[in-house]
């Protein structure tokens, strides 16, 4: 495998899990080589040139172009505010660089079609950081679904919620436009419904409902604005392996600070998952008597790859931005032409399909086709 | 307050949890005449005398119709499969006498409906037997959300969870047939249903998705015949206080026993009860720094009262059957002319219209209003 | 079985939880005479017509003496102050009356031992209310253990916790004071000792170590008087079976309710139990691939009898009061002649030994010896 | 703060951690010089030039002598098994280097006791590895305590148990060996006293007890060899601040992977923690009413310092590799001159104290104090 350059595009929340991740992946895999962090790029130089320093990137620039288009870089990070993921990443592909794109795709599906369509074009890897669907918890899940250990799976419910919006006394800001996107379903529904897609496939009809739990918000300089996005959808499902399933989001859930819960059933067992307790799974089977059931609680452990590349020991857990190295050595092993497990743009542009049909959806007040 | 003859129709799972609640009020509570056991019906002669005995009634009939007139009852038990509650209800009432029936009300609208009119037309109490919301948690949620305690509620999700429908290689039986009802959602639905109400009144409008996990179950001589009920619904809500639903139903859900999840998120705080955990309750306020805010774990607690009634001691847990002993009261304070907390036929009729709502609603795959 | 009459010493705690257990037993197990509550006696006859009316006996009586020598009487419950256990235990004994004492028999070995001489001189059978262990769940444990699930037991560890004595601004009263006992070792340890005993049988040696998280505590005419019992104790262990152990005590807890938190390990599995969940266990065990064991929660159910005698549907939750009801059949049973789970004198006094052993080994400060 | 050259001797489970650590340090604090990983000792020339690259050390030797003596390096981790820490230990200080050096110190108390003199004697830093303590978690509850806000402190429980001796044919290794050390005392009981330490301070007497699950152990050649070592340890302890406590290892306990479990009981309230869920920590308090008090499960959050170097939103969750990092930025900062929060062998000598003096207490059966 060829050594990478690595071009960073943001250092907020995102970037600074993808500088990390190119930092540690060589250590923490010992199978891959080690990236040279070449490029950062921020909003200006300044801010550019302090955080590479304090990321440990060679160069900086104040001008994401000219990072996009440098000769030097292999791959480029994208992971600034959503609106500008489109540009940032076509003019990556279209300068024949690899591509590590922040979810979602874009705010508009037409923008997200367009990134596929880059892509294509490229013939480069243009992969999404979905980095839960990383989770060696996640993967067992699929494993256990594979193997057919809770039988046909035939209902789901996912939710997700956090609480960063909960407060109605914080000021109005970019989230609460309709600008921005819809609420809760773009900005973070996405998360569980690529844990769906990893685990259970495609999405076939859906019906959806959002709503506002505050109807304005303070302004800066006093008085209120009405607040234009939903913090909480809800979401009937069919997907397309038959089974039913409903979601639920909110952004405003008081106390819900990183909660993606997740209930499997299936006609042997059900599989339950809380992304609050990232490190454990319960898992109820019928493989024992009656009165010995239960759901049981499996610790992550160096039997769930790749958690052994972390630590050696059981139960000692991995953490939020160790999911992101995974994700970072996925997207190599992707690049040099090896099997991984990504979400790439062919796949994700499923994801903002059906986020579409569910805005659509929730519009209109009825169910809704997702397209393929 | 005078003391009450009882008469007991049925003695299956809550028949005979009504006989144990009638049995213990007045020592429970101490504050209530002895009930008398006076007359139980069940469908054999046979089986009533053995049942009296057991169960500790005077008389005992195969006749539930000559027990509704008896004069000696001044209250009729009525805990039979649902498709005999209208007739045994209404006779009841026609012959002067108080009434607690078991939920649902009937399997179909136009006989609770029937039903309700009988209970106006008699002056007599009408009630129905729904036992969670007696919980003394569940009325300390109640006040929590009364004093404004999580501000005001936007947003609400309620499960329901049990596994007896799980195994698909159980045989077919009457709960597979159509003529028996919808399935999960008036099986167990009006559960939920009938907390949401107690704790945050009605449902304006409803978009409700029913399933069937298994196509056809096996028979008892071989062959398999198609299941025509669902064991499976989710539904979309519109509360008429504003706040949006969730609402999720599965008989089908292997290792739940007895689950109904409820989550009720506001602007202040969130509040989470799990009934298979039912003498706790969970809540988060912002009432401390954002470095301790925390859900924090409440154990039912003689401050809740009556658990006092029961046991002086905190975190001893009251049972399922001590529910029915709290509803048991209830109805002899309000037969007593007393306040009291129950559902009466009043009420649950609105819980008979939203099931049929919904049943509408998945039926033709678009949202309904609830009649009122 | 014959019918039994019933007198009553006492109506507090456990005094209303007897009462409650006597009137429910034959409608619970429906396999048992229902037994006839016949006298009550309280501190004054008029506290005891009152009670007797609330709890449905029959007569009441200001005088425990004339109860004990009732000819009418069959059986005698003892719920009383632990001081007064040893002289009504006796004259009830002497009577001819079987007994149904509440833990601990005495504050004093010395009387427990007498008791037991009484009770083996009488030929009637003299049990102990330990209602913990007459849970389904403990059985289950037992069952477990018994068949080898978790192989051979080598360490335990049984913590109890309340938070009744936790305020240190509390009145002195007197379980402060010495001439009432050891503390939380003799007023509640004799708990976890029940269960140990059930479990795992007796203990050899211990080494114990007592403590006082509040020197003194305020009088209500003002000062302050230095406490003279301990809250806290802790107790290392060598079993007879071989195995070690610790035992922790606090009735200083802020926070623990009923906690009565279990471990055994053995050497292909573990058990959690916890009261204050008192409807699940936990188990580990083997037998499943390393990568999806897991502590299984398993919710009690009818496969755990008798559970199935209060309710037929899984995961619905028995009560604290519904122990005393399990309790109260097994003594039934026991007085019929027939094999019965209890804890009698007999096995009684040795928990009185091991609590004798554990407070010369806290106030001598060395290993003690259990005599047998 | 100047740059630093590393060191590192070791690359099993923690020399690993140490190197991820020091190539993380800089990117995630940002306020650190980017660490030199100069050179990477192994046991082979072979083996440590394998791991240089795998690990980015720039150079490899197969002579730790040399390395410590390297005038290149400035600090040097240790990582090796026990029994080598002192002679490199040692020699690295006498070299003038900066150690940071695995817990425990030494399997002998002399050779800790060597160390430390060797420590003073070279004015250099010489710090333990007790990454727990790192804990943003363990840090805020160091802060509720020092605010007073569960009160005083009167006692405490703390337990570890992990399962990697659970299987009784295991082949016997040199864990079982007498010349290794005590058993978990010393494996890994140092880790719940580092944390003790932390919190609370010194142990002032200490009464232990030592257990063997197992008598012997297969050798692969056939035959078994007897355990000489004792997997399960349970100690009484008094405390220098008065409090009394208890507690307990087991390193052949089923099902338990990374606990410690920590219970702190107040005169105002309790803490409880385990770190099997190290992103969670419990807190009960009095400040509410009395009906709605309960242990609120407190989520680690960028409100918990330095949680928020790592990520910016709450609940997100660290991991245990995590905490080496953190731990490695505070042995930057004590390097630097400025406060840290570490131990180092002055307070880790006292860890061996009191692990020496339970273990004489274990073999002599009695009390003993802990030597100061």
């Known amino acids: 495998m060829k050594s990478l350059n690595i071009g960073l595009i943001g250092t907020g929340y995102m970037g600074k899990c993808h500088a990390l991740a190119w930092n540690a992946v060589a250590s923490v895999f010992g199978d891959v080589p080690r990236p040279y962090l070449a490029v950062l790029a921020e909003a200006s130089q300044e801010l550019a040139a302090r955080k590479a320093q304090e990321l440990g990137f060679a160069r900086a620039t104040g001008d994401w172009r000219s990072l996009v288009t440098d000769p030097d870089i292999d791959v480029v990070s994208i992971t600034t505010p959503n609106a500008f993921h489109p540009d940032m990443a076509i003019a990556a592909l279209e300068a024949g660089k690899h591509v590590w794109c922040e979810k979602p795709m874009a705010t508009k599906l037409a923008d997200a079609e367009r990134m596929l369509a880059a892509a294509r074009a490229s013939g480069k890897v243009a992969a999404l950081g979905y980095n839960y669907i990383q989770n060696p918890i996640i993967r067992m899940i699929r494993k256990l679904l ?5 039988g046909e799976v035939n209902h789901v419910r996912f939710e997700m919620d956090e609480d960063f919006m909960a407060d109605p006394e914080e000021l109005f800001y970019w989230k609460s436009e309709a600008s921005y996107g819809h609420g809760a379903l773009d900005d973070f529904g996405v998360h569980p419904l690529s844990i769906l897609w990893t685990l259970l496939g495609g999405v076939r009809r859906v019906c959806g409902h959002m709503a506002k739990p505050y109807a304005d918000r303070p302004l800066r300089d006093g008085g209120r604005r009405a607040v234009e996005t939903y913090d909480i959808a809800a979401i009937l499902l069919e997907l397309e392996n038959g089974a039913s399933g409903v979601m639920a989001l909110n952004r405003s859930a008081w106390g819900r600070k990183g909660r993606i819960f997740i209930q499997i059933f299936g006609s042997r067992g059900t599989i339950v998952f809380d992304q609050e307790r990232m490190n454990e799974v319960q898992l109820y089977t019928l493989d024992d008597a009656r009165d010995r059931q239960g759901f049981r ?16 020991a059981p139960g000692h857990g991995l953490g939020f931005n160790d999911l992101k190295v995974i994700e970072c050595r996925e997207l190599m092993r992707r690049i040099a032409g090896e099997r991984a497990m990504l979400i790439e743009f062919e796949d994700g542009i499923r994801i903002e399909r059906t986020v579409d049909a569910i805005a659509k959806s929730a519009h209109e007040g009825r169910w809704v086709e997702v397209s393929n």
């Open 297 to 312: 609680t499996i610790l992550a452990a160096p039997q769930h790859p790749p958690y052994d590349k972390f630590i050696p």
């Open 146 to 150: 594979d193997e057919g250990r809770i």
